[in-house]
């Protein structure tokens, strides 16, 4: 395997600590430190802790050879409805990839993708779905991902 990454392994609930810390660096380098990390961090652990015990929610770490955590991104299992591309209704939203500096273009975010999408198929999903950086779409792009418009409208969370 390519060094540094030693092994790519199923996250359980006390790895939750790592999973934040990964989606919070991802904020940070994606340019979006603010003081309202803190408190998303605080839910995103509920909410991790509450979903990855029932399989509502997944994830994947990847270790280098001294069990040290070099990435790791997070996955939701949802529901959708059936469609002609998704007939069986179920799908892996990935979010929160990060890999530490150091450690990147040795192809360890392409390990974990690569391993969700796999994990995917064998829970019988029809679908990987994300949202990509610019610097993470050429990674997904060359892992078969395709761009497809979609359109959202955040609220005001102090409205
Ligand atoms: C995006 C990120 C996860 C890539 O991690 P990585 O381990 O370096 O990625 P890999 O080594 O597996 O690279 C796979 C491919 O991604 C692309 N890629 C990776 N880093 C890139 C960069 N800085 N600029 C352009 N393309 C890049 C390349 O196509 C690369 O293939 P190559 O090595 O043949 O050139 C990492 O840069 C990161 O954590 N960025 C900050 C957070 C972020 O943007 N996360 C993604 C959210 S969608």
Not at 39 to 67: F, H, M, N, Q
Not at 78 to 94: F, H, I, L
């Amino acid at each position: 395997m390519i060094e540094p990454l030693a092994r790519i392994r199923q996250a359980d609930v006390a790895d939750v600590p790592i999973l934040v810390e990964a989606r919070r660096r991802m904020f940070v380098d994606m340019g979006d430190d603010c003081p309202a990390l803190d408190a998303v961090d605080a839910a995103s652990a509920a909410w991790l802790a509450e979903r990855i015990p029932t399989g509502a929610a997944s994830g994947l770490i990847a270790e280098d050879a001294d069990g040290r955590w070099i990435g790791a991104l997070s996955v939701r299992h949802e529901d959708t409805p059936p469609s002609a591309g998704n007939p069986a209704g179920r799908q892996s939203y990935v979010f929160g990839l990060w890999v530490r500096h150091e450690c990147r273009r040795r192809g360890v975010a392409r390990a974990l993708v690569t391993a969700a999408v796999e994990d995917a198929r064998e829970r019988g999903e029809g679908a990987v779905l994300l949202n990509a950086t610019d610097v993470g779409r050429p990674l997904y792009e060359s892992l078969g991902f395709e761009v497809a418009p979609a359109m959202r409208l955040f609220f005001d969370p102090a409205s």
